[in-house]
């Protein structure tokens, strides 16, 4: 980061600006083109640190994880607009997260029913989730494994 001041590296500092966020922004590469889809997560923070994600059984962002399971994922969240007296003067503040990991398609239903209740943790105050066989039979769940990720304060 070339500011270094505004690096964040405190793991539950950057956990933080994840749980606080609405939305997880999923960067795919196909053929060196690149392809980003804004989703909804649950995060599995501490020692696992993984995101849950969950979509429809067809799609272009399937079609290209089958290919390529490296990603790029980015959160950002608080922000505020500051005005200044000219135009350039102008900015924004903000907390944000970028990472990379592999992302894969989950099988195991077990699993899958893990993920869903992530997800659905992150977006309720529940935490104990009950979920349609019929319903998991149609949900692809992605799981993404982060090898790293980087916080920013600005």
Same mark, same amino acid.
């Given at each position: 980061?070339?500011?270094?001041?505004?690096?964040?590296?405190?793991?539950?500092?950057?956990?933080?600006?994840?749980?606080?966020?609405?939305?997880? !922004?999923?960067?795919?590469?196909?053929? *060196? /083109?690149?392809? @980003?889809?804004?989703?909804?997560?649950?995060?599995? %923070?501490? =020692?696992?640190?993984?995101?849950?994600?969950?979509?429809?059984?067809?799609?272009?962002?399937?079609?290209?994880?089958?290919?390529?399971?490296?990603?790029?994922?980015?959160?950002?969240?608080?922000?505020?607009?500051?005005?200044?007296?000219?135009?350039?003067?102008?900015?924004?503040?903000? !907390?944000?997260?970028?990472?990379?990991? *592999? /992302?894969?398609? @989950?099988?195991?239903?077990?699993?899958?029913?893990? %993920?869903? =209740?992530?997800?659905?943790?992150?977006?309720?105050?529940?935490?104990?989730?009950?979920?349609?066989?019929?319903?998991?039979?149609?949900?692809?769940?992605?799981?993404?494994?982060?090898?790293?990720?980087?916080?920013?304060?600005?």
């Amino acid at each position: 980061m070339r500011r270094k001041e505004r690096e964040i590296t405190d793991i539950d500092e950057i956990s933080s600006i994840i749980v606080r966020s609405d939305v997880c !922004r999923i960067a795919l590469s196909d053929n *060196n /083109i690149p392809y @980003i889809v804004t989703m909804n997560f649950g995060y599995a %923070g501490g =020692d696992e640190k993984r995101l849950f994600f969950h979509c429809a059984k067809e799609g272009k962002k399937l079609e290209i994880i089958r290919k390529n399971k490296f990603v790029c994922f980015e959160f950002d969240t608080d922000h505020q607009l500051y005005k200044g007296e000219n135009a350039c003067d102008f900015g924004m503040s903000y !907390r944000s997260v970028v990472g990379w990991g *592999n /992302i894969e398609i @989950i099988t195991d239903e077990e699993e899958k029913k893990r %993920g869903l =209740d992530y997800i659905m943790s992150h977006y309720s105050d529940e935490v104990d989730f009950s979920f349609n066989k019929s319903v998991l039979d149609r949900t692809i769940i992605l799981c993404l494994e982060i090898s790293e990720m980087k916080g920013k304060k600005a």
